[in-house]
């Protein structure tokens, strides 16, 4: 499966600026997580493609894995308010004091995903929800997910 390039130079080149771009006070448009939040939540999803946080298992029943999988390969937006059983009702408190930080960090996983699968992008990683993916299919869902926060804040 070859790599969508666009997708990849959003995430590598684009993504952190147009987050540079939210107020850190905007209110959602939907869902209860802060903007700060949100990038330490997006920060945790590069984690587990690089297999710095890893997945225990799939949540996700067998026999709805195969459609959960093709919608996560199309173009098709994530719904407003998609429920993630594996976070809490509530988000979770930040782990950097400022947002300048939160969106440094989550620069470096961003490069540090990139790097993880350079030598080897057909090497897969567990996703709780999706399988294992490999290199494309994670910048397939990594785009997804940005652009379904992005929105959620008004940025795009």
């Known amino acids: 499966m070859q790599v969508n390039a666009e997708k990849e130079d959003f995430l590598l080149n684009e993504y952190i600026l147009l987050l540079k771009t939210v107020d ?3 209110e959602p448009l939907w869902g209860k997580m802060k903007v700060h939040q949100m990038i330490e939540h ?3 999803s590069f ?3 690089n297999e710095k946080n890893k997945e225990k298992k799939i949540v996700t ?3 709805r894995l195969e459609g959960s999988y093709q919608f996560m390969m199309s173009d098709k937006l994530f719904k407003e308010n998609t429920k993630n ?3 809490p009702d509530e988000p979770e408190p930040t782990r950097n004091e400022f947002l300048e930080d939160a969106i440094l ?5 961003i490069t540090d995903f990139h790097t993880f699968f350079k030598d080897d992008p057909e090497k897969k990683t567990l996703n709780a929800f999706f399988g294992p993916l490999n290199y494309a299919e994670w910048v397939q869902l990594l785009h997804k997910h940005a652009l379904h926060h992005l929105r959620q804040f008004g940025a795009i």
């Open 61 to 63: 029943p067998p026999e």
């Open 42 to 44: 997006m920060t945790d």
């Open 85 to 87: 059983v594996l976070m």
């Open 105 to 109: 960090e989550l620069d470096k996983e």
């Open 47 to 49: 984690r587990i493609a």
């Open 24 to 26: 850190e006070n905007q």
